[in-house]
């Protein structure tokens, strides 16, 4: 079959190894297309069921196999989102098409324009929805389309408002499938039905993460790199993140801090297993600050935490042995006992709603640390990535990570970080969207 | 012959007189039974823990040329069950007729707050304790860190010992002597079922490998594969301590029997963002069902939601916290060293019986029955003991 220079492998997933072939303005005919993303319509967009305007016999079709799950060798319509529903916040991802002829503009429906435009011109949804523009990613080549792909997040308690505006753009009229992941996926299912007669493709979080994270990785290729690690932990004058390619990546540790704990060890792209999970995660440390210092979000904890001193609030080796526990390496400095200063009530009169916010932080991110490090040991793995909403914005529990790995393995361990945190999950959903497995 | 060091000789046969005669004989060799009072003492991170040794079978010869501060000290300890204003001897814990090296009495289990440390020191000093030239065997952290004001404050010398090395000691033994003719050891039958859940009595008998998990302010994990050769595989510093100081910060209580009285009236699903709730149901991929804890404390991130719950809700819900987080190293632990029987101890199980049921069940149900759970009766002690056996072993073994 004759392609009109834009030769690709053989293989369904070749547009995800972000390659950068000029794309055409033109509309292709399905001959010309790779067969992973053959459009069976001229233009490719969503369109209202009532509003298009068939340009082959195959309308009736393709429109039925558009409605279905996104079968494999169609690329889907327009809007493209993935969508990750966790415990605590639903993180968003959406592909914003560049390479929009003006044709395409022109057959473009309502609706489908104004959810374009609402998303890319605004950085802020509602009260609650924030859209990551230093993570946008652009230039994208996804499924044959170049744009930009945006990342958004809203507390997960503001899905009822989301469903609400879903409805009132007639979101549903797109026909398009919203591939979502992440509990909620399953737990809201029936709302996202009845409320924006919305069908959602459910997806398991970790396929999803383990797929967004590899795609990720694989296509940043201008900026910061999005893996990195730090230097010099210890050293606050001399700690510094730097780059870290992940090429060869496997078998890799992967620790997933949302409001819960994942760990999981990944062999290959496809072959990975669930090693345990802790519920000591995300959540717990804004659900003991908030109940300990009054804040109420998750940025103003960590302000708290970072003026703190956690070393009032907990008992070290030192303050019951004197100095070190020798015998079996514990440093005078390390923690013996969490909190184990606060059954007195002078020491608790004494301390501060900062320091409590401090060793909030600190007892959640070791105790992370010490069983992320039990596990890497167990699996006989070296490198350790951590990711999830827990570490954003959170330098102190990224660098008490990457100094917890480096000590108490003596250097074996490394510990790696990636700049999209929390979003892999939806980069996954939106993967499954544009290739489904 | 003589022997003096195990306790389990048999020197209690013969008339009075002779075992005196043995008795004087064996105490100026070289290799001799220690002066009374013998002691064993556990200086931990929130606890002091002392067993006490009071011979029964003292002949009218000796209790005559007992020292005064001798006996002072013995009927101080032996006829009182609280001492000071936070000094407590558990009674039912008492090992009654236990010969230890040569001589039969009662062993006693005192425990008092290590913040009360300098009082005891005083009243050693005012008991004029040095003067018996008794060695007082000492282990946890407090044997370094207070060594020093042993010394100023009381003239007191102390043989610091390693406190897992006593830890193990004193647990085989005291399951070895058993507690007053009934098993030491027991485990939960039907953790999960608060209606049939019961104690169940087991016996450590050829014990090894043994996974032993000491929870007191912090915990250590230790993997014993013999009486002297084990490794500590791991701990955690979010122990009883952990559990006491949130629930004091969280309540307002401040005791470990009022956190746990709150604990065990209030409901932690109040407090904890279970499986269900972010996925509605289980989350059957990863075999975690919907009662099981998502993120602890996880609903309170929600102003709703702290406004809703009670004081009791939060002790519970921290109790569960630690406890779930200590069962899951714990099993881990046991998973990668391939160990079947897990051994909790420590003064956090103390009266504790919700954190027991809930280590039985969880060790249990993650590991599909393949790991159990076990408890001791004397819980927080076995580093006491241990001190103690050091105490009365002689310089060379048979």
Not at chain 1, 62 to 78: E, L, M, Y
Not at chain 1, 184 to 200: C, H, I, N, P, V
Not at chain 2, 331 to 358: D, P, Q, W, Y
Request: contains cysteine; hydrophobic residues 35%.
């Amino acid at each position: 079959m004759a392609h009109n220079g834009h030769q690709r492998g053989g293989d369904d997933d070749d547009a995800i190894d972000g390659d950068d072939e000029t794309p055409t303005k033109q509309p292709r005919s399905d001959d010309e297309l790779p067969a992973s993303c053959r459009r069976s319509e001229p233009d490719g967009e969503a369109a209202a069921a009532g509003g298009r305007a068939p340009s082959d016999g195959r309308t009736s079709n393709s429109t039925a196999r558009r409605r279905s799950d996104s079968v494999k060798k169609t690329r889907p319509p327009f809007p493209w989102f993935g969508m990750d529903i966790g415990g605590t916040l639903v993180k968003l991802v959406y592909f914003e098409p560049k390479d929009i002829t003006a044709e395409e503009e022109q057959e473009e429906v309502e609706n489908l324009k104004s959810i374009r435009r609402y998303l890319t011109s605004n950085t802020a949804y509602g009260t609650t929805g924030i859209r990551d523009v230093h993570l946008e990613l652009q230039d994208l080549t996804l499924c044959g389309r170049t744009g930009t792909l945006h990342f958004i997040r809203f507390p997960t308690h503001d899905l009822p408002a989301f469903l609400q505006m879903g409805r009132s753009k007639h979101f549903s009229s797109l026909h398009t499938t919203l591939c979502a992941t992440g509990g909620g996926a399953y737990k809201f299912e029936s709302d996202f039905r009845t409320m924006a007669d919305l069908q959602l493709h459910k997806l398991d979080e970790l396929d999803c993460l383990i797929r967004g994270v590899l795609y990720i990785d694989s296509v940043v290729s201008r900026g910061p790199s999005e893996c990195y690690y730090f230097e010099n932990p210890t050293d606050p004058d001399r700690c510094v993140q730097r780059p870290y390619t992940l090429e060869n990546p496997y078998p890799l540790l992967l620790v997933n801090i949302g409001s819960g704990v994942s760990i999981l060890a990944v062999y290959s792209e496809n072959n990975y297993k669930r090693v345990t999970g802790t519920s000591l995660g995300g959540g717990t440390f804004l659900g003991l600050c908030c109940l300990l210092t009054g804040c109420s979000t998750f940025e103003e904890a960590l302000e708290m935490a970072s003026q703190g001193e956690s070393t009032r609030v907990d008992k070290l080796v030192r303050d019951i042995y004197g100095g070190d526990y020798e015998r079996f390496g514990l440093p005078g400095w390390a923690v013996a006992s969490s909190f184990g200063n606060m059954m007195s009530k002078e020491k608790r009169e004494s301390v501060s709603k900062a320091d409590l916010a401090r060793a909030t932080l600190v007892t959640i991110t070791n105790n992370i640390g010490s069983i992320t490090r039990m596990c890497a040991l167990n699996e006989n793995i070296e490198r350790v990535v951590f990711v999830g909403n827990f570490l954003r914005v959170n330098t102190l529990s990224m660098k008490l990570l990457a100094y917890a790995m480096d000590y108490w393995s003596k250097g074996q361990l490394k510990a790696l970080f990636l700049q999209h945190e929390g979003y892999f999950g939806a980069v996954g959903a939106l993967l499954e969207l544009l290739h489904p497995s | 012959m003589h022997y003096l060091h195990r306790g389990d000789d048999a020197e209690c046969n013969g008339s009075p007189a002779k075992r005196c005669r043995l008795r004087r004989r064996t105490e100026s060799v070289r290799r001799s039974r220690p002066p009374f009072p013998w002691f064993g003492m556990d200086i931990g991170g929130t606890l002091v823990k002392l067993v006490y040794f009071e011979p029964v079978d003292i002949t009218a010869e000796e209790e005559q040329e007992e020292v005064e501060n001798l006996k002072s000290i013995r009927r101080y300890l032996t006829s009182n069950v609280a001492y000071g204003k936070t000094g407590v001897r558990d009674v039912h814990l008492e090992l009654r007729n236990l010969t230890m090296c040569g001589r039969t009495g009662n062993l006693h289990f005192i425990r008092f707050p290590t913040q009360a440390m300098p009082r005891f020191i005083q009243m050693g000093r005012d008991k004029n304790f040095s003067s018996l030239h008794t060695t007082l065997c000492a282990t946890g952290g407090g044997a370094y860190k207070f060594e020093n004001d042993f010394r100023s404050m009381a003239d007191l010398e102390l043989l610091k010992l390693d406190e897992l090395d006593c830890l193990i000691r004193g647990l085989l033994y005291v399951d070895r002597v058993s507690f007053n003719g009934h098993p030491e050891c027991y485990y939960f039958q039907n953790p999960a079922d608060t209606e049939s859940c019961v104690k169940k009595p087991c016996t450590l008998e050829d014990p090894f490998p043994m996974l032993l998990v000491n929870i007191g302010s912090g915990v250590s994990i230790l993997a014993v594969y013999s009486e002297n050769d084990y490794k500590r595989v791991t701990g955690t510093s979010l122990g009883g301590g952990t559990f006491l100081g949130l629930c004091c910060l969280l309540t307002g209580c401040e005791t470990f029997e009022e956190a746990l009285e709150m604990a065990s009236k209030g409901d932690s699903t109040n407090v904890d963002k279970l499986v269900k709730d972010i996925y509605g149901g289980d989350y059957e991929r990863f075999g975690l069902q919907g009662s099981a804890v998502a993120s602890s404390f996880g609903h309170m991130m929600s102003q709703d939601k702290r406004d809703s719950i009670s004081k009791e809700d939060l002790a519970r819900a921290t109790l569960v916290t630690i406890t779930n987080n200590i069962g899951s190293i714990a099993r881990m632990c046991a998973v990668n060293e391939k160990i079947e029987r897990v051994v909790f101890v420590g003064n956090f199980l103390r009266i504790n019986t919700v954190s027991m049921k809930l280590l039985a069940y969880a060790m249990d149900f993650w590991s599909k029955g393949q790991l159990r759970a076990l408890f001791l009766e004397h819980e927080g002690y076995f580093g006491a003991v241990g001190a103690l056996m050091e105490l009365l072993k002689t310089t060379e073994d048979p």
